[in-house]
């Protein structure tokens, strides 16, 4: 299994606009998606986006450091949608523990 991707692209004047992350967002990954967080939330442009992608896993703490992420932007006044590029399957899951709705998950 692959570890946790991560990217973050910034326009011409360095805000970034758009986050990818995928991969492993587990407790094993749960330190480098939080640093890789941190090192990007001071530069996000007012408009960003989030995709989700090549998800091999995701656990509560992968979860948790996402709902964390979305609250500091909400604090930030930034304005965010998630793409997630999810199984049906894991999509249900989180719809049915009551997640759905806090990760942006559109059906």
Known sequence: MEKLKFRALADECGRIELIEIGGLITLETAFQLRDEIVAVVNNLSNH???????????????????????????????????????EEEQKALFANVGLGIDL????
């Open 48 to 86: 960003v986006i989030i995709n989700i992608f090549e998800l091999e896993e995701l656990d509560l703490s992968g979860v948790q450091l996402i709902v964390a992420f979305i609250r500091q932007m909400d604090q930030m006044k930034i304005n965010y949608r998630f793409n997630w590029n999810i």
């Open 104 to 107: 942006f998950m559109n059906n």
